[in-house]
């Protein structure tokens, strides 16, 4: 059996006397696509944080390619919900930002910087500042920096949420399409069942209180994906169980935020 990108052995969380993560084990495949849903408040961006090495477990360990991981790490890109572009750099210098940090800038560098904006659609914008794009276009650009780097790992916090619906969905098709060309490992957090869904090779649906998995579902849909999917009775009965999963937990977590 092949040895998984990803291992997740045991990870527990404590923010004082809370338990925010309980006995976390996962295994995540190269090139595999993982999405993560749950209620507010189970522990999906804590856990996310944990693998890009930004927070440190209480308990247990998380290894990439076998070995245990500490601390951030460019084999890891991190897209945030928030693009965290810096204003008055351009398209081109906000994507080249994570090697100009680590010091490894050059002329091939920068051509595949630059092959990399075609890819997420902003050819022909590389000059231009982040007042001057879209939220959609600002998220590809946040896109494109996490890619530069050549991670081994890309995680994604809720990086459509703050887009409207019909973006958000184009949104879904392009990752895909950016995706299938390079097919990197991809941890994706997310609120919407539909897009887990439409996303994802398997979804982890976390519980709350503590943040537990709850089951984890292989999504047998063909691929490549397009967003007619989504109307299809297969489609349906996925959105159906794992809303059932999460249901009481969500209701919970209203009443009580």
């Not at 944990?50 to 890891?76: T, Y």
């Not at 080249?96 to 595949?112: D, F, I, M, P, V």
């Not at 890819?119 to 996490?146: C, D, H, I, K, T």
């Not at 982890?204 to 998995?213: E, L, N, S, T």
Request: net charge positive.
């Amino acid at each position: 059996m092949p040895q998984a990108k990803l291992l997740v052995s045991k990870i527990s969380k404590r923010f004082g006397t809370l338990l925010a993560l309980d006995r976390i084990d996962l295994s995540v495949a190269d090139g595999q696509f993982t999405a993560f849903v749950g209620p507010s408040g189970c522990g999906k961006t804590t856990f996310l944080r944990i693998v890009a090495g930004l927070e440190q477990a209480s308990d247990g360990e998380v290894r990439i390619d076998g070995q245990i991981i500490d601390r951030p790490s460019s084999d890891r890109g991190f897209v945030f919900q928030s693009d965290n572009l810096l204003p008055w750099r351009t398209v081109l210098a906000n994507a080249r930002l994570g090697h100009e940090l680590s010091g490894t800038t050059s002329r091939n560098e920068r051509e595949r910087t630059l092959a990399l904006l075609k890819l997420v659609g902003l050819a022909g914008v590389e000059s231009r500042y982040p007042a001057q794009l879209s939220g959609g276009m600002r998220q590809r650009v946040n896109l494109a920096r996490a890619l530069a780097i050549d991670p081994k790992l890309l995680l994604m916090d809720e990086p459509f949420s703050a887009l409207d619906a019909q973006t958000r969905e184009i949104m879904q098709t392009e990752l895909l399409r950016i995706w299938e060309q390079g097919r990197k490992t991809v941890l994706f957090v997310t609120h919407q069942i539909d897009e887990a869904i439409f996303l994802a090779d398997q979804v982890v649906v976390f519980a709350r209180h503590p943040g537990r998995i709850k089951e984890i579902i292989d999504i047998d849909l063909p691929r490549p994906r397009a967003l007619p999917v989504k109307r299809t009775p297969a489609f349906a009965r996925y959105v159906d169980h794992i809303w059932s999963l999460i249901e009481h937990d969500v209701r919970e977590s209203a009443l009580t935020t």
